[in-house]
């Protein structure tokens, strides 16, 4: 991934005018994957066109300074990060509180294999859901995209010092709400 994402950087004065049908062709799925781990599954094709609306408004300015699918991971990371606050409200105002550990159905090799993939991505994402939108987009970026510490700096706007230290910190506070849910939960 991260050897796909390197070779798009150009300089920006000899780089051609890019295509909003070529970009969605080449990083759709991509950005689909994307939006899949940040966001999950419900409405993922709303998300995803969501994000190639804000890609279409801003490409003309985009002018190369991070790779393209630095620059797409970053719209996608806000396009979700604004939805999921939306969502909270919505659910607040409302007081619609959707289920806490939702399974997705995914197919799988054997129905053990997929109870165990199912119950470790519930688990993950419901204490990521506990996070700081910030340390919740380090962490899927860093640990489970795999992006490179360059590319997180990039999205995020913050110096490699500032990137590894706040990763640093999310794990921490991953780990202390992880312990805190499930302590609590194999207590009651």
Do not use: C
Not at 158 to 185: G, P, Q, T
């Amino acid at each position: 991934m991260v050897d796909q994402l390197e070779g798009l950087v150009e300089d920006a004065s000899h780089r051609p005018e890019l295509d909003l049908a070529a970009v969605y062709r080449q990083h759709a799925e991509e950005v689909s994957r994307w939006i899949e781990r940040l966001w999950g599954r419900h409405d993922a094709e709303d998300v995803l066109q969501e994000v190639f609306m804000v890609v279409q408004r801003l490409l003309p300015e985009f002018r190369g300074d991070a790779s393209l699918g630095t620059w797409l991971y970053a719209i996608t990371a806000r396009v979700v990060s604004s939805r999921r606050r939306k969502e909270r409200w919505r659910r607040l105002l409302f007081l619609r509180a959707t289920p806490e550990l939702q399974i997705e159905r995914t197919p799988a090799v054997t129905p053990l294999v997929s109870a165990l993939e199912q119950q470790a991505s519930t688990i993950v994402y419901a204490v990521l859901d506990e996070l700081s939108e910030r340390d919740r987009t380090l962490l899927i970026m860093f640990e489970i995209e795999g992006l490179h510490i360059s590319q997180i700096m990039s999205v995020l706007s913050i110096s490699e010092d500032n990137a590894w230290v706040s990763l640093h910190r999310a794990r921490a506070r991953f780990r202390k709400a992880y312990s805190k849910r499930f302590k609590r939960e194999a207590g009651a």
